[in-house]
């Protein structure tokens, strides 16, 4: 149809008038629209190829001795094909976090059943070399959808460990606040620099580091982490120093918490 889409702004002009100001963002709409399907179909038509490319390696490894000319070059492929891969992965959950349609958040998420699940995927990340602290107030349940709030919280754990160099401490926490439910993962890390802070939720923003380029990331998951806690009308804060850790969280707020009884 011919229905156009208008943003509009009212901002009061001197004491007594108002400056109404519309913008027709029917275009702008559709040019978004259209992006996010071409990412989502590409993403998916990526997968079947990686997976084919990713047999295939596998078996010519597998043909070959362990230190056969071919054998570094095959480990390389093999490495680079599963980056893409995870790539792919992200951007596909990207596009379906961003597509906020289909969230329900009238279901229960039991958070102790989900602090208990992190901490042992948290424990399996860090692999014995990090001090893993996770406490929780018991009973302190949200309203949501679980996928979401979990890879939110599974990135920002993930990221801790990533950007931390083994022994150190990553502690994760989730407790009653005045204002709703304060999820906060802090590691004692590499911590980020103050001029990169604002720009981290960015889809494929990286700091241009040599712990970024080494953990080979896509830049794509604190942009999912952004949308899947805008769902749940709340947003990430980042605080950080340099060489010294960071701390990334986030509150649920109250009317979407069930208090215990
Ligand atoms: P990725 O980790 O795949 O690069 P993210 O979107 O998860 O992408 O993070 C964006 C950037 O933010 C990372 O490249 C990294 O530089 C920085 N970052 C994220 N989490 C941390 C952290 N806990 N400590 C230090 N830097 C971090």
Redesign the pocket.
């Known amino acids: 149809s011919d229905a156009r889409l208008l943003e509009i702004r009212i901002m009061a002009y001197g004491d007594r008038q108002l400056l109404l100001i519309a913008r027709d963002i029917t275009r702008i709409h559709q040019l978004e629209g259209m992006r996010k399907e071409f990412v989502a179909n590409v993403s998916h038509e990526l997968k079947t190829p990686l997976t084919v490319l990713q047999g295939y390696l596998e078996i010519m490894q597998g043909m070959e001795e362990e230190n056969s000319p071919k054998a570094k070059p095959l480990k390389l492929m093999q490495q680079q094909t599963e980056r893409m891969q995870s790539m792919v992965e992200?951007l596909l959950a990207l596009s379906r976090i961003e597509d906020a349609s289909d969230i329900n958040l009238s279901s229960r998420v039991d958070m102790d059943k989900l602090m208990q699940q992190l901490k042992e995927e948290a424990k399996a990340l860090a692999l014995n070399n990090y001090q893993v602290d996770f406490s929780w107030d018991k009973g302190l349940n949200s309203h949501g959808d679980e996928l979401q709030l979990r890879s939110a919280c599974i990135?920002?754990i993930?990221?801790?460990?990533?950007?931390?160099p083994p022994g150190g401490k990553i502690t994760v926490s989730w407790r009653r606040v005045a204002t709703g439910g304060l999820f906060s993962?802090t590691?004692t890390?590499?911590?980020?620099a103050p001029q990169?802070i604002s720009r981290?939720?960015?889809?494929?923003?990286?700091?241009?580091?040599a712990?970024?380029s080494k953990?080979?990331?896509?830049?794509?998951?604190?942009?999912?982490?952004k949308h899947a806690l805008s769902h749940h009308h709340s947003e990430l804060s980042?605080q950080?120093e340099l060489a010294k850790?960071?701390t990334?969280s986030f509150v649920i707020p109250n009317h979407l918490l069930s208090s215990p009884h």
């Open positions: 992200q990135n920002l993930s990221n801790a460990i990533r950007y931390t993962v590691d890390g590499f911590g980020i990169h981290l939720t960015e889809r494929f923003y990286r700091v241009d580091n712990r970024s953990t080979g990331g896509s830049g794509l998951g604190l942009a999912i982490v980042i950080s850790g960071s990334f």
